[in-house]
């Protein structure tokens, strides 16, 4: 079974704090995707990334930033987390870029004070 | 205008039924489509992929309307247990990622 694991479940920080949110997964894939999840608005995409030192913005980059050193490790930054950034952040990867099917981490719930 | 659009519920139905969710996207270009399910507090699941012959997946079926450019998903004799979010979901061939609809929720009661 495909395995893609996030750091942590819940996180509470504070405004202002630098976040750092990790997701790795276990089947090879290329692509890695970050997307946080709110009421009503459904799953944003925020970055995502095809490759090893690769990214490419999504729908809402705007005060996130990521990093992929390693194949397997796709890491989402809060450079100084806001509350507006309170959400669930989910991790996903998949196999090829048709990206015929997307497996997820189980989320984590930041909420930032 | 969203890319992609769905009515977010509740669809409160009882056990047995047959309930029809639908979605519209509005980019034309999109050539792949998927309903993805998410229960509660729980991460979205590939529930099926859509194309544009149809196809059913025991109780499920999934229909594409590339011309009026919307999505259906058909569940017949509903169980408790597809009770959950239904997400229509679009893959951007222009940057090679899902765009997820906001989901409709569907409760099954007994």
């Known amino acids: 079974d495909v395995k893609v694991t996030q750091s942590s479940r819940y996180l509470v920080k504070r405004t202002g704090e630098k976040v750092f949110l990790e997701c790795v997964q276990d089947?090879?894939?290329?692509?890695m995707f970050w997307y946080r999840q709110d009421p009503g608005l459904g799953l944003r995409l925020i970055y995502f990334s095809y490759d090893v030192k690769m990214k490419e913005k999504g729908d809402i980059p705007e005060g996130y930033s990521v990093s992929r050193e390693k194949k397997e490790r796709f890491s989402l930054i809060l450079e100084s987390a806001s509350t507006n950034q309170t959400s669930m952040y989910l991790c996903a990867s998949s196999l090829e870029r048709g990206v015929t099917e997307a497996f997820f981490g189980q989320g984590t719930r930041l909420t930032v004070v | 205008r969203k890319e992609v659009e769905q009515d977010p519920g509740p669809f409160n139905v009882p056990e047995g039924a047959t309930v029809a969710f639908n979605c519209t996207y509005s980019n034309s270009a999109s050539q792949s489509f998927f309903w993805y399910r998410q229960d509660c507090r729980k991460e979205p699941k590939l529930l099926m992929s859509?194309?544009?012959s149809g196809n059913e997946d025991g109780r499920f079926t999934a229909q594409l309307n590339r011309a009026s450019q919307y999505i259906s998903l058909l569940i017949r004799d509903s169980k408790l247990s597809d009770s959950a979010t239904y997400l229509c979901?679009?893959?951007?061939?222009?940057?090679?990622?899902?765009?997820f609809g906001s989901g409709t929720r569907l409760q099954v009661q007994p």
């Open positions: 859509v194309y544009s």
């Open positions: 089947m090879d894939h290329e692509n």
């Open positions: 979901v679009v893959l951007d061939t222009g940057r090679r990622a899902l765009t």
